[in-house]
């Protein structure tokens, strides 16, 4: 449980996380005020002693309850839709990270910067330093520059994985035999965690994700080393 709390708590370092953000809040408002409104009508409905025999129709009312609904679900769909046109635009990437899912740890290729190839594992337990996390530290980070727009190719070498980062809005499936791509452009630097979200086998829960967000020069350096 303090595993996937210190994950979910993340600040939004991503435009597209924040955008995701803002329209759950205001869909979460929509939802509010409709509960308010029907609350507020079943108790006025209970509470009054109004009585009419000879109401049989009410066309006015009818078109009202038909058309109100309709046009709410315009103002939580168009929104949607604008997201999920912003979550699949690819918009010329300045690099390429390649990211394919193991079992049980990820691996990363640069191919853009001199084939720079690595795997990442969940560090044990009696490796940990005081400043890190247990079951979501790894051994080797991925780095990678900041206010950078970044294309992921995403794939699997044996089984179903997914490539999860709840701070930056990305969630790509890892499917063998298929590449995905998924858009990121970090805002500030920092570290980000995450965790594979698709059950993979039997150590499916020890596979952590870490982004290291730098500044363009200290990347550089980090590429030359």
Not at 15 to 38: G, N, R, S
Request: hydrophobic share 45%; with cysteine; aromatic share 10%.
């Amino acid at each position: 449980m303090n595993t996937w709390k210190n994950i979910m708590t993340q600040d939004a370092n991503s435009p597209l996380m924040e955008q995701l953000i803002f329209f759950h809040d205001h869909t979460i408002m929509i939802l509010l005020m409709i509960t308010t409104a029907v609350t507020y009508i079943m108790m006025s409905m209970m509470m009054n002693k109004f009585i009419n025999r000879f109401l049989l129709e009410g066309q006015t009312m009818e078109f009202i309850w038909t058309s109100l609904p309709a046009v709410i679900l315009m103002f939580i769909a168009l929104p949607s839709l604008h997201l999920l046109y912003l979550i699949d635009e690819m918009n010329n990437p300045l690099m390429t990270v390649k990211v394919i899912g193991h079992q049980w740890y990820w691996s990363y290729e640069y191919s853009d910067f001199n084939n720079i190839e690595f795997d990442s594992y969940m560090k044990p337990t009696n490796e940990l330093k005081n400043n890190e996390f247990r079951l979501i530290e790894v051994d080797n980070r991925m780095i990678l520059p900041m206010n950078t727009q970044i294309r992921i190719l995403v794939s699997a070498a044996d089984v179903l994985h997914s490539w999860a980062m709840p701070s930056l809005g990305m969630k790509i499936d890892a499917t063998p035999g298929r590449i995905n791509q998924g858009s990121l452009k970090i805002l500030r630097p920092g570290l980000m965690y995450g965790q594979c979200s698709e059950i993979c086998g039997i150590n499916h829960s020890f596979m952590p994700i870490v982004i290291e967000s730098v500044p363009i020069s200290t990347f550089i350096k980090w590429l030359n080393q």
